[in-house]
């Protein structure tokens, strides 16, 4: 029972952190980019005020969010922008 309670337990961890490690582009920022601009701004407040995915790049770049530490990466902000249609 142990045994069977164990493997259903790393099954289960083993799928969490594949599910969040897949989440790329948009899907990966609209957990705090949602309507409302709570508690980063929606998809519309920063479609609105970015024009081209240069732009977009370049401000979640020099963000001192530090919540948005973990998101500067090029390939990330790359998939956001094209997922925004900015590319």
């Known amino acids: 029972m142990k045994l ?4 259903s337990l790393v099954v289960v961890t083993l799928f ?3 599910s969040f490690s897949m989440a790329a582009g948009w899907d ?3 957990g705090c980019h949602k309507e409302g601009n709570k ?4 998809k519309e407040t920063l479609l609105k005020k970015f024009k081209t995915a240069d732009a977009l790049i370049k401000a979640a770049k020099a ?3 530090p919540m948005m530490n973990s998101f500067k990466k090029d390939d990330q902000l790359n998939a ?3 997922d925004l ?3």
Request: proline residues 9%.
């Open 4 to 7: 069977l309670r164990t493997l």
């Open 16 to 18: 969490c952190a594949v």
């Open 28 to 30: 990966s920022c609209k």
């Open 39 to 42: 508690p980063a701004p929606s």
């Open 63 to 65: 963000s001192k969010s």
């Open 80 to 82: 956001a922008a094209m």
């Open 85 to 87: 249609g900015l590319k």
